[in-house]
């Protein structure tokens, strides 16, 4: 492989390796290699991105929607980055298109392999999520399962973010949490003014000066976009961050100024706890801290909700949180034939040694 070909392949591998499980901008290569191989639109020319910026989104939406099960709901200024001088600008992308037209596919190949090979990796440790009970379901177990699969480190944070979830969703269920809203009844005369606003936003009358409800966490999404690192909120005030690697100053000092409660827990590492604290103290946001939990808590509060004297109330409906989670989160894991896709594309039928890729 001469040297252009190779330093095209190293901008594509650190895509690839930059990229969680969904691979969205791998697969929006792969889009645009696949039409131009094809030949599906005559005005597409590699070296003009103008040509392909907006489709190849469609495209790439496309497998997503197929295999994935969602689109990436990144910024546009994000997704365009793919094209930047340091991913896969309009001349690697040429360089790219060249290799792959001579190989019948040889490079749409390659990033399908990486997914494929990343789902396979996937659902091997969400089986252990789907399948454990009570009895042998262990919180370490199944981080050390996404830890030492290299593919798989990108989303470790989403593992445990769900674990952290289901966790204390299930405790404040089994509690029976409530929490109310009301207002005194000095208040009346302006309920009355605004009876309209105080019915539909507060679900409150001029007859009726409290409201109960049940307290839940809420996971802000099962994306990554624009969340600003807040991965769960309470209908109680508390606000969650949940860290699974570091937590560095920039994101620290975003999330304080960009929540206005004062009720934020972050749940970090072991190792993080002492750093984040000391890290939140020098810029000035140490008040803001309602709590700093540890995954070792996280463990034991496992323990008890699986094992514990509670367990019969708890395991259960802790367990099933999580099945659901990672259904949301993953969608795809168990529900793909990948097989087909491969198939009719002609895919399975590439092997190069250059490019390692073999079925």
């Not at 190779?6 to 696949?34: F, G, T, W």
């Not at 795809?332 to 039928?349: I, M």
Request: with cysteine; charged share 30%; aromatic share 10%.
């Amino acid at each position: 492989m001469d040297s252009e070909n190779s330093k095209a392949k190293e901008s594509l591998d650190i895509v690839i390796r930059k990229s969680r499980v969904h691979l969205y901008k791998p697969i929006q290569i792969a889009e645009i290699l696949y039409h131009d191989r094809v030949k599906s639109f005559s005005n597409l020319d590699l070296g003009d991105l103008e040509s392909y910026r907006t489709l190849s989104k469609g495209w790439r939406d496309d497998i997503c929607l197929r295999f994935v099960g969602r689109t990436s709901t990144s910024s546009a200024k994000y997704q365009d980055d793919l094209f930047s001088e340091t991913a896969v600008p309009p001349e690697v992308l040429k360089t790219l298109g060249g290799i792959n037209r001579a190989n019948n596919g040889l490079v749409e190949a390659y990033i399908y392999k990486a997914f494929n090979d990343k789902h396979s990796q996937l659902e091997n440790a969400l089986d252990y999520c789907l399948n454990r009970g009570k009895d042998d379901f262990y919180v370490k177990e199944l981080m050390n399962a996404f830890w030492v699969q290299p593919g798989l480190r990108r989303s470790i944070d989403k593992v445990f973010e769900i674990i952290v979830y289901a966790l204390f969703e299930s405790i404040i269920k089994a509690i029976g949490i409530k929490v109310d809203i009301y207002y005194d009844n000095k208040d009346s005369k302006i309920v009355d003014e605004f009876c309209d606003f105080a019915e539909k936003v507060l679900s409150l009358s001029p007859i009726k000066n409290r409201n109960s409800l049940d307290a839940h966490f809420h996971r802000v999404g099962v994306t990554n976009a624009a969340d600003r690192g807040l991965d769960m909120f309470a209908n109680f005030g508390s606000v969650v961050q949940v860290k699974h690697l570091s937590l560095n100053e920039e994101l620290a000092e975003s999330i304080a100024t960009e929540i206005t409660v004062r009720k934020i827990i972050i749940v970090c590492k072991d190792s993080e706890k002492k750093v984040i604290g000391n890290l939140l103290t020098q810029i000035g946001w140490r008040d803001r801290i309602q709590s700093i939990i540890t995954l070792e808590e996280i463990i034991d509060w496992y323990e008890r909700a699986l094992r514990g004297v509670f367990s019969d109330e708890i395991s259960e409906v802790l367990l099933e949180e999580i099945r659901c989670q990672i259904k949301l989160e993953f969608p795809s894991v168990g529900n793909v034939d990948f097989g087909a896709f491969l198939d009719s594309r002609g895919y399975k039928k590439i092997v190069n040694s250059d490019w390692d890729v073999s079925w």
